[in-house]
């Protein structure tokens, strides 16, 4: 079991700057993928962005804008993920998520974090 604990959502205006971080309860050998989705009222689920293996990837609207940075502390099992975000828009408002897929230590398997919220409004 992998838990994830997400911090850092709030209310930000329209072209300023919001940093998330998660938290997950394993280091990156046991991680395959790491990322940030997020999903607004009515929408579906969209990637943000995602690390895969030293490779970074990030949803159309979210390029040149966000950028996200991992670490990880061995000894003791944790490593983070880190979404900073610049320039955000009315339509960045939604719910963030923290995602992360296990590695064949752990079969693979898909684990969410609880969600925060970011909301763009003068």
């Known amino acids: 079991q992998v838990q994830l604990v997400e911090s850092g959502g709030g209310l930000v205006e329209p072209g300023g700057s919001l940093r998330l971080s998660c938290t997950a309860s394993?280091?990156?050998?046991?991680?395959?993928?790491m990322g940030w989705y997020r999903q607004a009222p009515g929408k579906e689920r969209e990637l943000v962005a995602e690390?895969?293996?030293?490779?970074?990837?990030?949803?159309?609207f979210a390029k040149g804008r966000f950028s996200i940075s991992i670490d990880d502390a061995r000894d003791n099992a944790k490593s983070w993920i880190n979404l900073e975000m610049r320039d955000l828009k009315p339509e960045d408002t939604a719910l963030y998520y923290c995602f992360v897929r296990g590695s064949r230590q752990l079969r693979g398997r898909d684990f969410w974090g609880q969600g925060t919220q970011v909301t763009v409004s003068s």
């Open positions: 394993v280091n990156l050998l046991k991680i395959g993928i």
């Open positions: 690390w895969t293996n030293g490779r970074k990837d990030f949803g159309d």
